[in-house]
C-alpha cells in the first residue's frame, strides 16, 4: 500500500533511498505527480536505457548496473522495509499521507531554513544585508547543560528570549531531567528594574479573566482580598502563564501545604484550607467575583490589557515611588552604578 502513495516531486528535489545509497539529484528529471512505485519504475527505465551500449563498451560497469536495477526492482516488491527520502529546498514537494488528517506514524515532515547556496540555485535575491544577532538570539532557544534539581541527573535546560506585546521582552527557562522525569521552568526579566513599583488590580468579572496572560517575576507578590489570602514575593518563583495556571498553582501549593498533611495536623486547620481551595475553584470556574492584586516593587509584572492599545475598564495599573524597605530588599540602597571606578582606585 505504501508504493501506491502519491508523490509530487518538484524538478528542484532531490530523492533518496539511503539503504541502497541510491540518489535522484536535484534538476536532473522534470517535476511529476507519481506514486513512490512509479519513481522507482522512472529510476529503473534511465538505467536500462543505456545499458546495450554499455555491455558492448564496458560490460563490468554494466553488471554492476543491472545488478543495482535487480535491487530496485525487489524494493517494489517489499521484502524489507526501506526509506524514501524527498528533499525540496523550495517546499513545493509532497508524500501523500492516506490516513489524513490523522497523524502518518509512518511520514516524517520536517521544515528547514534554506542555506543561501539552495536560496542562490532557487533563483532567489539573497539579502546582503548581515543578521542582527540580537534577532536571531530572539528565535533561537539556547541549550546548556545542568543537574536535575530533583535526583540531580545531568540534564538540559532550554532557554529562549520571547518579546511580550506592549510589555517588554523576558527569559523563559525550561529543565526537563529524562531520569526521573522532573520538569521545571522559570521566567527571568530580561531588562533592568524598573524606575517605579507597579501594583496591579484586575476586577475579575467573568470566566474570559482566566485566559489574560500574566507574568509574575520572582519579586511580586500576590493578593485576593475576598479570601484574605497575600502570597509574598519569591513564592512560586517567576512565571509565564495564564491567570486560570497561576490560581491552579496556588491551589496546588496549598493543598500540599506539610502542615496540612499527616498525623500533626489539625483538623481544624485541614477544613480551613480546603474551604480556601473550594473557594479558589468557585474563582477559576468563574462563579465568584474577586479582585486580584500583583505588586511588584520592581515593576517587572504584567498582567494582559484584553482591550489593548485601549483602557480595560477592569484592569488598573498603577506606579509608585519604592519605599527604603524595598529598595532594601532588591538590594538598590547599595548599589551603585557611577563613580565606582575612581572610588576604587583612590580607595588603593
Known amino acids: 500500500q505504501d508504493m501506491n502513495r502519491e508523490v509530487v516531486k518538484t524538478d528542484c528535489a532531490t530523492a533518496r533511498i539511503p539503504e541502497l545509497d541510491f540518489e535522484i539529484p536535484a534538476f536532473t528529471q522534470k517535476g511529476v505527480l507519481t506514486t513512490i512505485e512509479g519513481i522507482i519504475d522512472r529510476a529503473v527505465a534511465g538505467l536500462e536505457q543505456d545499458q546495450p551500449v554499455r555491455r558492448a563498451t564496458d560490460e563490468e560497469v554494466a553488471s554492476k548496473i543491472d545488478e543495482f536495477i535487480g535491487k530496485l526492482k525487489q524494493l517494489k516488491e517489499v521484502r524489507s ?33 534554506r542555506t543561501p547556496q539552495q536560496a542562490a540555485l532557487l533563483g532567489l535575491e539573497l539579502d546582503e544585508k548581515p ?4 534577532e536571531d538570539l530572539r528565535n533561537e532557544v539556547l541549550q546548556f547543560n545542568t543537574n536535575c534539581p530533583e535526583c540531580n541527573a545531568p540534564a538540559n535546560t532550554n532557554m529562549k528570549l520571547v518579546q511580550i506585546p506592549h510589555f517588554k521582552e523576558v527569559i523563559i527557562m525550561a529543565t526537563n531531567c529524562d531520569s526521573c522525569g522532573h520538569r521545571t521552568n522559570e521566567v527571568k526579566s530580561g531588562g533592568a528594574i524598573e524606575p517605579q513599583g507597579t501594583r496591579i488590580t484586575l476586577r475579575i468579572t467573568d470566566p474570559s479573566d482566566m485566559t489574560r496572560d500574566i507574568l509574575k517575576s520572582e519579586t511580586c507578590s500576590v493578593e485576593i482580598p475576598e479570601l484574605e489570602f497575600e502570597l509574598g514575593m519569591g513564592v512560586l518563583g517567576g512565571k509565564f502563564t495564564t491567570l486560570e495556571g497561576l490560581l491552579k498553582d ?37 462563579k465568584t467575583k474577586a479582585h486580584f492584586i500583583m505588586d511588584d516593587p520592581a515593576g517587572n509584572s504584567y498582567l494582559q490589557n484584553v482591550y489593548a492599545p485601549e483602557e480595560d475598564p477592569e484592569l488598573k495599573v498603577e506606579r509608585y515611588e519604592r519605599t527604603f524597605e524595598q529598595n532594601e530588599d532588591l538590594g538598590l540602597n547599595d548599589m551603585k552604578t557611577e563613580g565606582y571606578e575612581s572610588e576604587g582606585a583612590s580607595g588603593r
Do not use: C, M, Q
Open 81 to 113: 522495509s526501506f526509506t524514501f527520502i524527498i528533499d525540496d529546498p523550495s517546499g513545493n514537494s509532497f508524500v501523500e499521507n492516506p490516513h489524513a488528517p490523522r497523524k502518518d506514524d509512518a511520514l516524517a515532515v520536517t521544515r528547514y531554513r
Open 131 to 134: 543578521a542582527d544577532p540580537a
Open 250 to 286: 496556588i491551589a496546588d501549593l496549598v493543598e500540599r501545604n506539610p502542615f496540612t498533611l499527616g498525623d500533626s495536623s489539625r483538623p481544624s486547620k485541614t477544613e480551613k484550607l480546603r474551604e480556601f481551595v473550594g473557594k479558589l475553584h468557585e474563582i477559576v470556574e468563574g
